[in-house]
């Protein structure tokens, strides 16, 4: 199955895409170069659709907003290799701890009634005030890679969640597997210490160096 990464904001900020997307660039390349690899790495913001001829960039001028989902496709030296997912989504009435919830198999805590159900994923991990942040919020982002896909975009995702966890003072999780829990509640400083350093030695270096359809 596709894994996924979250990013959930502490800040009401909703950066433009473009500057996630240059950011993300650049933190690819950054670690590309770490290793010598040598290749140049372009990434292109794109609307998603049915027909693969008729693709649509995103402007620069556009900013994320709640219900926005979108395709990062990945060039390696001029070719394309591969695409990641990353949408944002609104906390909606269906995200919310409802009655129902208080009671088995969910057992949620009464306090908890009518808040952003992610707290109970992250209560006792990050500090209060940061949390209190983070529940204040009315959208989150939802980045995801297909699976078993190449090299390239599996590394992408997780730079674009850190793109934009950094952009909005917010946390990295995942809760099917992209990574170890214990990750889960990092920043994106915490983060990019690890990740990208793993993907490397998981994939190889060869990886990285041409599409695959060269």
């Known amino acids: 199955m596709s894994t996924t990464i979250d990013v959930y904001p502490t800040t009401s900020h909703l950066p433009l895409v473009e500057q996630t997307r240059a950011r ?3 933190l690819f390349q950054e ?12 990434i292109k913001a794109f609307y998603p ?3 693969d001829t008729d693709i649509r960039y995103v402007n620069k001028d556009v900013a994320w907003a709640p219900d926005t989902h979108l395709g990062f496709a ?3 030296d001029g070719k394309w290799d591969s ?10 009435d269906d995200d919310r701890i409802s009655e129902e919830d208080l009671v088995y198999p969910f057992d949620s805590k009464p306090e908890h009634l ?3 159900s992610i707290v109970e994923e992250f209560e006792g991990l990050l500090p209060p005030e940061k949390l209190a942040r983070l529940l204040s919020q009315d959208h989150y982002w939802y980045e995801y890679r297909n699976f078993a896909g190449p090299a390239v975009a599996s590394t992408g995702y997780g730079l674009v969640a850190a793109a934009l966890a950094e952009a909005t003072d917010g946390v990295i999780a995942s809760f099917d597997s992209a990574f170890e829990c214990e990750h889960n509640g990092e920043t994106a400083e915490e983060f990019l210490a690890w ?5 490397i030695a998981f994939y190889g270096i060869e990886r990285f160096t041409q599409a695959p359809n060269t």
């Open 114 to 116: 009518g808040l952003w």
């Open 83 to 92: 695409s990641s997912w990353p949408s944002c989504f609104p906390v909606g």
């Open 49 to 51: 659709t049915d027909n």
């Open 24 to 26: 993300t660039q650049e």
């Open 195 to 199: 990740w990208g350093d793993r993907q």
């Open 31 to 42: 670690l590309l170069d770490r290793y010598e690899v040598g290749s140049t790495i372009e």
């Open 74 to 76: 990945y060039w390696i």
